[in-house]
């Protein structure tokens, strides 16, 4: 029986009684739903810049990290950088991997879906006629992105695209990416 | 006379000359402007993964780094994970930031436009109804994000806007956010 209790509450090491309670007191409080997440980003020279991610507001309330994580980028020689770190569009594939692993991981939690092991590949194509002006036709962004999830379960094999599928339909940032966002940009002389 | 002729070759810390030798370059020769970027995720339990970024394609060439650079992302606990990074949807707005401002400073140094400090602050705004799926007219993505950019550069103040346009015209991650980009996900047996 204690087993059974602990399968109940933890899957895919995620504290299902915690998700159900969320969901009660959201019910319960609607505007506690809002979440306004922020991040502070400095140039540091040529491709080279550094974001610091701490204070976030959800749950009704403004909450603080013990201290930020500070996010670098840069770009490859190629593209006239040093290679410091990862590239802004290669961050955006993290993002995007990210939030459809957590999001599927946590609706298979939530419907008692046990998840052994998750690996998953991101590609993206630009083309560079666009971000250089040389093609009016061609867009500066991403043309098309394609991912492989593999996915070890104890499932039949309808299941594991089911599974997926709980990423896919759940992702903010996938909704974010495929559906676009508005973007208001203001200017301000430092 | 070595001054001028170092002014004219580095702006920003960008190098000009190879910026129009690239461009020449994909003039006359328009595949090299095909790029390809790649990242390969793991699940690590919970909220927790972790990016491997190496490789893409660019310039005509497979191009690999050193070594890979690794991106890690968890949740923090109200939102069911152990804080020891920054969450997926805190990684997009550093993807557009660090995006726009390497956008901005690059097409900024092409034009001759020198900037001397970058600052910029991001912010978006996610109600969890969508995600838990407590509310269908809610989106489960970004209902919108907000910036500004704080640009310490020697120019009139109309400049000022017109150089943060320099980012937002050009930025790959912008023009993919705004619009949208296809992404699409296949599922396989680990």
């Given at each position: 029986m204690a087993t059974a209790k602990q399968l109940a509450k933890m899957v895919n090491g995620v504290n299902v009684d915690n998700l159900f309670t969320t969901i009660d007191a959201i019910k319960a409080a609607?505007?506690?739903a809002k979440f306004n997440f922020r991040i502070e980003n400095r140039w540091e020279g040529a491709g080279q810049n550094r974001s610091a991610v701490n204070t976030f507001h959800g749950a009704g309330q403004e909450i603080s990290r013990q201290k930020s994580f500070i996010l670098h980028a840069d770009e490859p020689p190629v593209l006239?950088?040093?290679?410091s770190a990862a590239n802004p569009i290669e961050y955006l594939l993290h993002s995007l991997a990210a939030c459809l692993t957590t999001s599927m991981v946590y609706h298979a939690a939530a419907r008692g879906i046990e998840i052994e092991e998750v690996e998953s590949s991101f590609e993206g194509d630009i083309d560079l006629h666009g971000f250089l002006d040389l093609?009016?036709?061609?867009?500066?962004?991403?043309q098309g992105i394609r991912a492989t999830f593999k996915v070890k379960a104890d499932v039949p094999d309808e299941r594991l695209q089911e599974i997926v599928e709980l990423g896919t339909g759940h992702s903010p940032v996938f909704d974010s990416l495929t559906k676009g966002v508005p973007v208001a940009v203001k200017a301000e002389r430092l």
């Open positions: 609607p505007s506690i006239l950088g040093d290679d093609d009016p036709k061609v867009r500066k962004g991403y």
